[in-house]
């Protein structure tokens, strides 16, 4: 007895919650985009979303949204309207600054450790292609004996260190406020 009423005051609780448009605002999914390229490169598309929130992040209309692009430069954000103006400023500060010190795009991926996977630098700005690599990137980062989270760290930093785990930390607070999306063909 004490136990279906147990079950009944927690869904007592449970479904006004879920009724609750605040709740269910409070955690967002995944866009589309971000759970096809997850899926390729068979990454948790949340964790995904959380590194693309955490290095490209920007407040738009009241909300941290990842900006396509975005360029870091020797630590430095640049954010543009268009990838067209983006690009220009790559090839210019490509000019006068290392390689190694330019992130780009929704992931942030590095100009001068990552060249290889592309053939010129302004390809990382084409944002689907940013995505996928950046889920590939955090694939290779992945063990499977350690968690996610720390493939993240490593994506950022693979020398690990206080810069790393600071990271981390920012990301798991990005994936607390992301949604899990439903698998169709889970029961």
């Known amino acids: 007895m004490a136990t279906s009423v147990t079950g009944h ?13 605040n709740v269910l605002a409070a955690r967002e999914l995944p866009p589309p985009a971000y759970q096809l390229a997850a899926a390729q490169a068979q990454v948790p598309p949340n964790l995904l979303y959380a590194v693309a929130l955490q290095e490209s992040g920007r407040n738009l ?11 870091n430069v020797a630590g430095q954000s640049r954010r543009y309207a268009t990838r067209h103006e983006a690009c220009a400023d790559l090839r210019r500060t490509l000019l006068v600054t290392p390689a190694t010190r330019i992130d780009v795009g929704l992931g942030q991926l590095n100009v001068g450790h990552q060249r290889h ?71």
């Not at 005051?9 to 448009?21: D, K, W």
């Not at 209309?61 to 360029?71: E, M, S």
């Not at 992945?142 to 760290?153: F, I, R, T, V």
């Open 61 to 71: 209309r009241g909300r941290i949204v990842p900006w396509p692009w975005t360029l």
């Open 117 to 187: 996977r592309v053939r010129q630098p302004c390809e990382l700005l084409e944002p689907y292609r940013n995505l996928r690599l950046a889920a590939t990137i955090l694939r290779e980062q992945y063990d499977p004996a350690q968690s996610w989270l720390m493939a993240a760290e490593r994506y950022h930093r693979p020398a690990g260190g206080a810069p790393a785990v600071r990271y981390r930390q920012s990301v798991g607070r990005h994936l607390a406020r992301v949604a899990e999306p439903v698998q169709r063909n889970q029961p």
């Open 9 to 21: 005051c927690a869904a007592l609780v449970l479904v006004p919650a879920l009724l609750n448009p």
